[in-house]
Antibody, heavy 121, light 109 residues
Framework: EVQLVQSGVEVIKPGESLKISCKAS????????IAWVRQMPGKGLEWMGI????????RYSPSFQGQVTISADKSITTAYLQWSSLKALDTAIYYC??????????????WGQGTVVTVSS | EIVLTQSPGTLSLSPGERATLSCRTS???????LAWYQQKPGQAPRLLIY???SRAAGIPDRFSVSGSGTDFTLTISRLEPEDFAVYYC??????????FGQGTKLEIK
C-alpha cells in the first residue's frame, strides 16, 4: 500500500526549533516529488515547498522561502520540514503530499495524515 | 503571482441536487495542470480530479470538471450525503509553482 505517515502532535514554545517527518512506503521514494502544505486553523491549504528525494532538488514558495527548510533522507524514505525558531503564527496542521507527475498531469495524489503543530508559551 | 478564486465561499444544497463550484485563475492555467481536492473535517485532503478531467482512483463519475484558460468548474451531478465537504482547486506552473484556491464549503441545506 502506498502511504505517507507523518510524525505526531507537537506542542512547542515560541523560539524553539522543530523538525517533523513524513515516512513514505509502498513506492519508489526517490522518483516522486514530495510537497509540504500548511493549513492554519479554520483556513485553506497553502503550498510551502517541494523536494525531489532522488537528488534533493528543492523549491520553495516565496511566502515560505527562508522560513522553513525541507529535506529528505533516501536511506530511510523520509522527508522533513523544519523550523529554526517557531512563532505563534506557525500554529497549523502540516501535510506532506506525493506529487503524481505523468509529464502531462501533475497533482498531489497521496497525502499524509497531517502533523498538528501548536506554538504556545 | 497567480491567484485562484473559488466561488461561492459556501454552497448550501440538499442531497440529490446538482452542485456547481467555480475556480477562476488570475492567469491562464494549462488544463492538464489543474486539480481538485475534497477535504472533510478532521481529514487530509483527497485528490478528486486531475489533468482537468481525469478522476482519481475510486472517485465516482458524478464528479466532473469543465473549463479552460482561467475559468474552471467542478460539477457534482447528484449530491450524496458523503459529498458535503470543502473543495479546493489547485494549479501548477505559475509563481508560486503550486497554489490552491481558498476553498468552497459545500454544506447540507
Amino acid at each position: 500500500e502506498v502511504q505517507l505517515v507523518q510524525s505526531g502532535v507537537e506542542v512547542i514554545k515560541p523560539g524553539e526549533s522543530l523538525k517533523i517527518s513524513c515516512k513514505a512506503s509502498g513506492y519508489s521514494f526517490i522518483t516522486y516529488w514530495i510537497a509540504w502544505v500548511r493549513q492554519m486553523p479554520g483556513k485553506g491549504l497553502e503550498w510551502m515547498g517541494i523536494i525531489y528525494p532522488g537528488d534533493s532538488d528543492t523549491r520553495y514558495s516565496p511566502s515560505f522561502q527562508g522560513q522553513v527548510t525541507i529535506s529528505a533522507d533516501k536511506s530511510i524514505t523520509t522527508a522533513y520540514l523544519q523550523w529554526s525558531s517557531l512563532k505563534a503564527l506557525d500554529t497549523a496542521i502540516y501535510y506532506c503530499a506525493r506529487l503524481y507527475d505523468s509529464g502531462w498531469y501533475r497533482a498531489f495524489d497521496i497525502w499524509g495524515q497531517g502533523t498538528v503543530v501548536t506554538v504556545s508559551s | 503571482e497567480i491567484v485562484l478564486t473559488q466561488s461561492p465561499g459556501t454552497l448550501s444544497l440538499s442531497p440529490g441536487e446538482r452542485a456547481t463550484l467555480s475556480c477562476r485563475t488570475s492567469q491562464t492555467v494549462t488544463s492538464s495542470y489543474l486539480a481538485w481536492y475534497q477535504q472533510k473535517p478532521g481529514q487530509a485532503p483527497r485528490l478528486l480530479i486531475y489533468g482537468a478531467s481525469s478522476r482519481a482512483a475510486g472517485i465516482p463519475d458524478r464528479f466532473s470538471v469543465s473549463g479552460s484558460g482561467t475559468d474552471f468548474t467542478l460539477t457534482i451531478s447528484r449530491l450524496e450525503p458523503e459529498d458535503f465537504a470543502v473543495y479546493y482547486c489547485q494549479q501548477y506552473g505559475s509563481s508560486p509553482l503550486y497554489s490552491f484556491g481558498q476553498g468552497t464549503k459545500l454544506e447540507i441545506k
